[in-house]
């Protein structure tokens, strides 16, 4: 399957299956969208017509291009067939019953009160709580019990707001790292703080201890300080941003991310991921308000054409800073074309319900952190392990195949068949689709690989 | 090529043959929470030896 499109003056063919892209001429991109439907003479004629006042397409060249098209699908890099489907599903069945990375939810309550929260204000639709220090440790040994053969395991100290439990996630830690050598396991934490309760303590520890560490800020103050508020109604930029900045200073190059929201309050949210580059952050994340349809945050049609025009201006934008010493990554135009994931991973998908699931602060284990308070998607606890197999089974078949919606799309084994929380979320099934959702993920995509041929052109001068 | 660039990328179809160890991060778990993209993940496999050609 061929995904051909034109984005800031590049000319960009994906060969989907082989994963192979290619940056092409017009004269060449004519004739790759022609060459599976028309003759070669006929393809020679239409652009010999098309081109007629082009010194540069003769017939011989012409033909020379399409020999040139050939070799690749020769080769594999080209209209390479979708052979995979046989084998979706048949890694996360191979995985047995592993779990490999989990979601604490550590305190079920927050400091602030934003009014755009899938969690409602940290108590995910129920009691507010925190958890023990028995109920973290237990879920160390339970990763540890059913994670096999992997090496590397990933926990996220999550909520809510973490830091309300601050000693309990140190605890928790200091446990894992007391038992990781002797499994064979390499546990790495991220934290994900509003960075009200940030101390020295906490950056200390955090930029010791957690691979990675995810702040939340909106961006422009204006907009952070409208949702982003205490129970009083105060907004948290002015209090929040100089702890992050201090915190990112100290960090020494280890990872982390600035990570906003966006709303229908600004669909122009490049305005605000700059703002945050302006700040000094360079490691930028900006994602598409979670919420229903029917709430005033929600992104309305025309604010999605909005913000698939504004991912394009984030692109160029991006290339331009690069050029002046002044770059920055937005999560999402990460793109590892030469040693990013196998075939195995793109075709099944983000591991919830399966390999990845959440813990809640009484120990129930759901199949992700946007599922917890959603009673029916209790998948067991950590006491007991999985015991809704079925529920699990329903996560287990989820993948780039299992959505008839996807079947003919180009970016399937880019988003692997995409969010089941966010499907669910607007369809009622895991297996059904967010349209919006999609519809940006590819535009993200385009702008992501548009990059990659934009600094290819760079470098060959 | 003069009118084809291509850029170096890992094949996928090859990446089958020694693929799926699983040991690569989970696909929202540390960053965004809120989608699923599974393209901009990093290949731990180390035995991967397709990966760079």
């Known amino acids: ?461 | 090529m003069k009118r084809i660039k291509t850029l170096k990328t890992r094949n996928l179809c090859k990446s089958a043959k020694n693929g799926g160890c699983g040991e690569c991060q989970t696909s929202c778990q540390s960053a965004c929470k809120t989608s699923c993209g599974v393209a901009n993940q990093s290949c731990e496999n180390k035995n991967a030896s397709e990966k760079k050609n």
């Open chain 1, 1 to 461: 399957m061929l995904h051909q499109y034109k984005l800031n003056g590049y000319n960009i063919v994906l060969d989907t299956c082989s994963g192979a892209v290619h940056v092409v001429d017009d004269v060449a991109y004519d004739i790759i969208a022609e060459y599976e439907n028309k003759s070669r003479d006929k393809i020679v004629r239409d652009m010999l017509d098309k081109y007629n006042d082009r010194s540069d397409v003769t017939e011989e060249e012409i033909n020379a291009c399409i020999d040139d098209i050939e070799a690749l699908k020769e080769d594999g890099q080209l209209f390479t067939p979708d052979t995979f489907e046989d084998m979706a599903g048949t890694f996360k069945e191979r995985s047995g019953k592993v779990i490999k990375a989990l979601c604490l939810h550590v305190a079920h309550t927050c400091n602030l009160n934003c009014s755009y929260c899938f969690a409602s204000q940290g108590k995910y639709h129920g009691e507010r709580a925190m958890m023990s220090f028995e109920v973290g440790k237990r879920a160390i040994d339970f990763l540890i019990e059913n994670s096999g053969g992997r090496r590397n395991l990933e926990v996220d100290f999550f909520g809510g707001e973490p830091l309300m439990n601050w000693d309990v996630v140190k605890q928790i830690v200091g446990y894992a790292r007391s038992v990781e050598k002797q499994y064979g396991k390499n546990f790495r934490f991220t934290l994900t703080t509003n960075g009200v309760l940030i101390d020295d303590d906490v950056i200390d520890f955090s930029n010791r201890e957690m691979s990675n560490v995810v702040l939340s800020l909106d961006g422009r103050k204006e907009i952070h300080d409208a949702t982003r508020v205490d129970y009083a109604g105060n907004g948290s930029y002015d209090r929040i941003v100089p702890k992050f900045q201090k915190l990112v200073a100290a960090r020494g190059g280890k990872n982390y991310y600035m990570r906003g929201t966006f709303t229908h309050r600004n669909p122009d949210f490049t305005n605000d991921v700059f703002h945050m580059a302006d700040l000094g952050f360079t490691e930028l994340s900006m994602e598409p308000v979670v919420c229903a349809p029917d709430d005033p945050m929600a992104l309305t049609p025309e604010d999605i054409e909005t913000v698939k025009e504004q991912y394009e201006i984030l692109a160029k934008e991006m290339l331009k800073r690069e050029k002046e010493g002044r770059g920055f990554t937005f999560y999402h135009y990460m793109i590892d074309l030469t040693a990013g994931p196998c075939i195995y991973k793109r075709i099944s998908g983000c591991g919830s319900g399966t390999e990845y699931m959440a813990v809640t602060p009484w120990g129930d284990l759901y199949p992700c952190h946007q599922f917890v308070g959603e009673e029916a998607y209790k998948l067991g606890d950590i006491w007991s392990g999985v015991t809704n197999d079925d529920l699990r089974d329903d996560f287990r078949a989820c993948n780039a195949y299992a959505r008839p919606e996807c079947n003919d799309c180009w970016a399937k084994l880019y988003c692997s068949g995409g969010c089941a929380a966010n499907a669910y979320h607007a369809s009622g099934s895991i297996r059904g689709i967010y349209k919006p959702g999609c519809e940006l993920f590819k535009k993200r995509i385009e702008c992501a690989i548009m990059i990659k041929a934009a600094e290819n052109a760079e470098s060959e001068g």
